[in-house]
C-alpha cells in the first residue's frame, strides 16, 4: 500500500514537473531563439548617420551657409562640437576637409559608372580636381526618424546647389548632382513615409560558383538593420533585389516582429500608395504577393555596412536546401510566366545547337565577373525519357559541360537547385540559351538574349563574340 501510495505521489510529481517544464518552456518560446531578433526592430539610440557635399568651385564660407539654410528649414536642429558631446535630440556635427584627396577620396571615373548619378564628364572631372568636402555627421532620435531624414535631404540638396557642390551618401556610398538628388531623393517623397527604395541601395554580387548574395546599404538612416539574402541563383537577381525593396518598405513602415523573430510582408499591407500600387501591378498569374519570413542575426562581410544586419530565411517552405525554398518562395510571392519551349523542338535546337562553339569559345576564353551562359541541356529522367533543365555553365571541355542547376528538377528527385553537374551534350538536343551581362549606365542593368522560338514571346538574341 505504502509502495503504491509512494509510486503515485512520485509519478504525480513527474507529471506535474514535466507539466510545469512544459507551460514554462513553451510561454516564451523566444527566449531560446538567441539568433533570431523579436519585438521592434528599430534601435533604440541615436540614429546617425553622414553625408559629405564635395565643393569643386565654391570660395563662400559653407558652415555659414549650413547654419543659414537650417534656420530657415529646420531649426529644430542644433550643431555639437567634439566626439563626446550631447547627443539628445536633433544635432549634428560638421567639420569641413581641405585635403580630400588623403582624407576623404571621392569616386573615381570607373566607380562613377557604377555609384554616381546624373554626371555629365565634365562633372565627373571636376570631382577628381575637387580639394575640399563639408563632411556632416547627423544625430536623430528614432522616434522622429521621418522628420530627421526628410528634414536633411532637403537641407543637403539647398547646400550643393548653393555652392555647386555634389552629394556623397555615406550609408549607400552613392554621389549625386543636385538634380538627381531631387529627382530621387525628394521629388519622390509624396507620403509620409518615403519610397525606402530610393533612399538604400543593393549590392549583389557572386559568393561562389554556385550562389549569389545581396545586401542592403543604407537602412541604418531609418534605424533599422541591413537585410541580407544568401543562396540563390543570378537568374533571380531581379526579383530578389524587388522582393528586398518590398520588405524594407515593409519593416520601416511597421518594424516589428513576432516571438519567433518571423514577420508576414504583404504587398497589400503596405502603406506608401504609390510604391504598393507599383508592386501589385508587377505580380504575375497566381501570385499570392504575401510570405512570412524569418529574420536572423547576421555578421556583416567585408564590404557590407558593418553596422547590424538580418538574413532572410524561408523557413516556411520545406524544400532540400536554401537555394530551392528560396526558389520556391519568389514563386509563390511573384507568381511564375515562365516560357515553354516551343512546339517545334528539333527546329530550335538546330538553332542553339550553330551556336554551341561559339558558347564554349566563350566560356574557355573566361567569362567577365558579371557575364553568364545557361544552355537548356536534356538530363536523364528515365532510360528513354528527358527533363530540360537550365544549367549556368562553369567549365566546358570538348562536349562535356560542367556547371550548377539553375531551376529545380520537376521529374528529377536525385537533382535540385544550384546542385553541380557534369553532362555530356553530344548528339543531345540543347533547346536554348541565355546570356546575360552587365551594363554600366545607373548601376547594373540586366539583357537578355535568347534562343527560343518567338511564338512563345523571346525575340532571337545574338552572342557578342
Excluded at 563639408?134 to 550643393?160: C, M, N, Q
Excluded at 538628388?181 to 525628394?186: A, Y
Excluded at 537568374?235 to 528586398?244: A, G, L, S, W, Y
Excluded at 529545380?408 to 553537374?421: A, D, K, M, Y
Aim: net charge neutral.
Amino acid at each position: 500500500m505504502r509502495l503504491c501510495l509512494f509510486l503515485g505521489r512520485g509519478i504525480a510529481g513527474l507529471l506535474l514537473i514535466g507539466l510545469f517544464t512544459t507551460v514554462v518552456g513553451c510561454s516564451r518560446p523566444s527566449e531560446q531563439l538567441k539568433d533570431r531578433p523579436i519585438g521592434n526592430l528599430v534601435k533604440k539610440e541615436p540614429i546617425r548617420c553622414q553625408y559629405a557635399v564635395y565643393l569643386p568651385q565654391t570660395t563662400q564660407s559653407v558652415e555659414s551657409t549650413f547654419q543659414k539654410i537650417l534656420e530657415g528649414s529646420a531649426p529644430f536642429w542644433r550643431q555639437i562640437k567634439g566626439y563626446k558631446a550631447d547627443r539628445v535630440g536633433f544635432v549634428y556635427r560638421a567639420k569641413a576637409i581641405n585635403d580630400v584627396a588623403n582624407q576623404y577620396r571621392p569616386p573615381d571615373i570607373a566607380a562613377l559608372n557604377y555609384f554616381g548619378h546624373g554626371f555629365t564628364p565634365e562633372q565627373a572631372e571636376q570631382l577628381q580636381k575637387c580639394e575640399l568636402a563639408y563632411v556632416i555627421d547627423f544625430f536623430y532620435p528614432p522616434a522622429e526618424r521621418v522628420k530627421g531624414l526628410r528634414s536633411i535631404t532637403t537641407a543637403l540638396e539647398s547646400l550643393a546647389r548653393q555652392t555647386g557642390g555634389l552629394i556623397w551618401d555615406e550609408s549607400t556610398r552613392e554621389i549625386f548632382t543636385p538634380d538627381e538628388w531631387r529627382l530621387r531623393r525628394i521629388q519622390s517623397w509624396t507620403e509620409e513615409v518615403p519610397v525606402v527604395a530610393r533612399h538604400v541601395a543593393i549590392r549583389s554580387y557572386m559568393e561562389d560558383e554556385t550562389a549569389m548574395r545581396a545586401v542592403t546599404l543604407g537602412m541604418q538612416k531609418f534605424g533599422l538593420p541591413d537585410i541580407a539574402v544568401e543562396f540563390y541563383s543570378w537568374t533571380e537577381n531581379q526579383e530578389i533585389e524587388n522582393f528586398m525593396q518590398i520588405i524594407c518598405q515593409s519593416i520601416v513602415e511597421n518594424s516589428s516582429l513576432d516571438e519567433y523573430g518571423k514577420r508576414k510582408i504583404s504587398v497589400k499591407e503596405l502603406r506608401n500608395a504609390v510604391f504598393r500600387e507599383e508592386q501589385l501591378a508587377g505580380l504575375k498569374p497566381g501570385a499570392t504577393g504575401e510570405m512570412n519570413l524569418t529574420l536572423y542575426i547576421d555578421k556583416p562581410r567585408n564590404g557590407d555596412c558593418p553596422l547590424e544586419q538580418r538574413r532572410v530565411h524561408f523557413d516556411d517552405f520545406s524544400e532540400k536546401n536554401m537555394a530551392a525554398q528560396c526558389r520556391e518562395a519568389l514563386g509563390q510571392f511573384f507568381g511564375r510566366s515562365d516560357i515553354q519551349p516551343s512546339d517545334d523542338r528539333p527546329l530550335t535546337s538546330r538553332l542553339v545547337n550553330q551556336k554551341l562553339p561559339i558558347l564554349r569559345a566563350a566560356v574557355q576564353k573566361g567569362l567577365g565577373d558579371r557575364e553568364f551562359i545557361e544552355l537548356k541541356v536534356p538530363l536523364n529522367r528515365s532510360k528513354h525519357s528527358y527533363e530540360w533543365i537550365w544549367v549556368q555553365i562553369t567549365g566546358w571541355k570538348g562536349d562535356r559541360i560542367t556547371g550548377v542547376l539553375s531551376e529545380e528538377p520537376s521529374f528529377i528527385p536525385r537533382l535540385h537547385s544550384r546542385q553541380r553537374v557534369e553532362v555530356d551534350i553530344s548528339g543531345k538536343p540543347v533547346i536554348d540559351f541565355r546570356y546575360r551581362r552587365s551594363g554600366l549606365e545607373h548601376g547594373p542593368v540586366e539583357r537578355w538574349f535568347s534562343y527560343f522560338d518567338t511564338r512563345n514571346g523571346i525575340e532571337h538574341g545574338y552572342i557578342p563574340y
